[in-house]
């Protein structure tokens, strides 16, 4: 490789106009890219006026199709090609992340990380790793990668929101449960919500908890 990967991808400024007070990192899943999920940071614009929300391309060409990018492969199902790949994919994210609070003059406090589905796993891999909390994480249709090594390596404790649908056919609804499990386990502060027949996406009353987690978390008065 000739030199450390730089990840980008599109943004959307604070809703007020004013300096960015918070910053919302969305990461999308496998074979989509920052496109996919930039159209998130609308929704929360009312109730996160001050943040700044960007959404990288995941750093790999997707390996199922010519379109897409992808955080890690998932051909190789094996779990330790799965850790490798997301360690790898974490170190880049790291440096994008570390370089985007420098730009906006923030720290660890005024940042979150959404991710669904491969982008869930990410920003549970990568918040729960940091050397400071950040403020929340929002996983939506995730899972954990490499479960049994989290209680070894875990450096911070944000509080986390996990939100699946029992009719995910993508990633395993049990998914939910057993994340929920190794992350109590582990001393980090987690919220389960099951959104009924909802397949594998986010549905409006998902956006919604979403919203309200993030407001909370940086401690934005909001309905």
């Not at 700044?52 to 060409?61: E, G, M, R």
């Not at 389960?192 to 934005?220: C, M, N, Q």
Request: hydrophobic share 45%; net charge negative; proline share 9%.
């Amino acid at each position: 490789m000739p030199g450390p990967l730089e990840l980008s991808g599109p943004g959307h400024p604070p809703a007020d106009g004013g300096s960015a007070r918070q910053l919302v990192v969305l990461l999308h899943g496998y074979g989509a890219d920052g496109n996919d999920l930039i159209s998130l940071a609308p929704h929360w614009a009312r109730l996160l006026p001050g943040a700044a929300f960007v959404s990288p391309h995941a750093p790999f060409p997707c390996e199922m199709g010519p379109y897409g990018r992808q955080w890690f492969g998932f051909e190789n199902r094996d779990p330790a090609a799965l850790l490798a790949g997301a360690q790898a994919a974490a170190g880049i994210l790291d440096g994008f992340i570390d370089a985007e609070l420098a730009r906006l003059g923030l720290d660890a406090s005024r940042l979150a990380l959404v991710g669904f589905s491969q982008g869930a796993m990410m920003a549970l891999h990568v918040a729960l790793r940091r050397p400071q909390p950040v403020a929340a994480v929002v996983g939506y249709s995730g899972a954990l990668v490499a479960p049994e090594r989290l209680a070894a390596e875990i450096t911070a404790r944000p509080p986390v929101l996990l939100i699946h649908g029992d009719a995910d056919q993508v990633v395993p609804y049990r998914a939910l449960a057993a994340a929920r499990q190794v992350l109590e386990a582990a001393g980090v502060p987690v919220t389960a919500e099951t959104r009924p027949g909802l397949p594998h996406g986010i549905d409006e009353a998902g956006l919604t908890s979403g919203g309200r987690f993030l407001a909370k978390a940086f401690g934005v008065e909001g309905d």
